[in-house]
């Protein structure tokens, strides 16, 4: 019967644990990285946290909105509304009144 004998190749032992480093570097990597990685994941965050202070900002405007809205179509419109609609509609104003203009209004 013939058999073969092989040298021990020290470089086989190194195969699988380097393929296996390999693998942990690059999920590791791509983990922190990647498009849903640790960075990116804060990202989301930061962004998710704009969008609810503007959402927050967009209903408070709504509610206002909504609040002028319902003392003009109640069917009795009061005086001031409709004097301070119309005077911001046609840029007028009496010569006895001091007029402040705030940046964020319409």
Same mark, same amino acid.
């Given at each position: 019967?013939?058999?073969? %004998? %092989?040298?021990? #190749?020290?470089? @086989?032992?190194?195969?699988?644990?380097?393929?296996?480093?390999?693998?942990?570097?690059?999920? &590791?990597? %791509?983990?922190? %990285? &990647?498009?849903? &990685?640790?960075?990116?994941?804060?990202?989301?965050? #930061?962004?998710?946290?704009?969008?609810?202070?503007?959402?927050?900002?967009?209903?408070?405007?709504?509610?206002?909105?909504?609040?002028?809205?319902?003392?003009?179509?109640? &069917?009795?419109?009061?005086?001031?509304?409709?004097?301070?609609?119309?005077?911001?509609?046609?840029?007028?104003? #009496?010569?006895?009144?001091?007029?402040?203009?705030?940046? @964020?209004?319409?």
């Amino acid at each position: 019967m013939w058999t073969k %004998h %092989h040298k021990k #190749r020290y470089l @086989g032992r190194f195969v699988v644990p380097l393929l296996t480093a390999a693998f942990l570097c690059y999920f &590791g990597y %791509h983990s922190v %990285h &990647g498009a849903f &990685g640790l960075k990116a994941t804060e990202e989301l965050k #930061r962004r998710q946290a704009v969008r609810e202070a503007r959402l927050a900002e967009l209903v408070e405007a709504r509610k206002t909105l909504e609040k002028e809205v319902a003392l003009m179509s109640d &069917g009795s419109i009061e005086r001031d509304i409709l004097d301070e609609k119309a005077r911001f509609a046609l840029n007028l104003s #009496r010569p006895d009144e001091i007029v402040i203009f705030h940046a @964020g209004s319409n």
